[in-house]
């Protein structure tokens, strides 16, 4: 039996499993709400699904004709989708406590994959969904990008914002918080400086979450539909962006992988970026 939660704590539920199935994906509907390069997803008989909190928090977005898209409205934290049709649960792995009893088996919709992120692992990959899972991709109309300008948006677009400044660095995190936060293998957050960001629509449907016991740690989303979108410290002035949530490129590409000493048990981290157990060291 494998527990899950969100950020917060309010939504958790059990799954008794075993897992039949985990799987990347890299479309930009996964990017955007969950904020991170890739979403993983595990996937279960829907039997062994309980809620083991009441679900007053739970949220829904309609994401296409046939898709939708659960989260915490306390923290953002993606939420298992109950898929009744086919008996399955598909929960987000980066939820999901201890070890799955399985590995990744394959990496979908790389045709869709963030340009500044490298499948350097040998897992087959499929641009789209593989031949096997039966069904269509649901196509997403390209944002109207501004030369010079890091652009990003959340899934639904009610969310936008503009950065004018370069980025000061970019980390892939495997801290427990941002896979809580995310719902994902691990976080991508990128670090400009707040005086050169700006909300251009949807700030009133912007929440924040901070973890009661961090000093630091907190997240923000969109109310209506979820998606990880920046956060604002104007008191150090500095935004933190999750890269997921950006419609241009970030200006900078990940420089190392941050908090490996937390990382999933069932992720193993490829390629040669440096890798620190936690922050690297100053120089």
């Not at 898929?83 to 399985?102: K, Q, R, S, T």
């Not at 427990?176 to 629509?201: E, I, M, P, Q």
Request: charged share 20%.
């Amino acid at each position: 039996m494998t527990q899950g939660r969100c950020l917060c704590g309010a939504l958790r539920y059990e799954i008794d499993g075993p897992f039949v199935d985990l799987v990347h994906c890299h479309c930009s509907m996964c990017r955007k709400h969950h904020g991170a390069p890739f979403s993983s997803w595990a996937v279960a008989p829907i039997a062994g699904f309980r809620w083991t909190s009441d679900t007053a928090t739970l949220g829904s977005y309609q994401s296409s004709e046939r898709g939708h898209r659960e989260f915490c409205t306390v923290c953002g934290s993606v939420a298992p989708m109950l898929d009744e049709a086919h008996g399955i649960v598909i929960a987000p792995a980066g939820n999901l406590e201890g070890d799955l009893g399985l590995r990744p088996t394959k990496h979908m919709f790389v045709a869709s994959k963030a340009s500044w992120y490298a499948i350097t692992d040998d897992l087959p990959q499929h641009d789209e969904f593989p031949a096997e899972f039966g069904r269509p991709s649901t196509p997403r109309e390209p944002v109207p990008l501004k030369p010079g300008v890091a652009q990003g948006s959340c899934l639904c677009g009610a969310v936008a914002y503009e950065i004018t400044t370069p980025p000061m660095f970019m980390y892939q995190c495997h801290c427990s918080r941002c896979r809580l936060g995310r719902s994902a293998a691990h976080g991508a957050n990128v670090f400009y400086k707040a005086d050169g960001f700006a909300w251009t629509r949807g700030a009133e449907l912007v929440q924040d979450y901070a973890v009661p016991e961090a000093k630091f740690f907190a997240v923000a989303f969109c109310r209506r539909c979820g998606s990880a979108v920046p956060r604002v410290s104007a008191a150090r002035n500095i935004v933190s962006v999750p890269a997921g949530s950006l419609d241009s490129e970030p200006g900078i590409e990940p420089t190392g992988h941050i908090y490996v000493g937390s990382k999933a048990p069932w992720f193993e981290i490829t390629g040669d970026l440096p890798q620190f157990a936690e922050m690297p060291p100053r120089p």
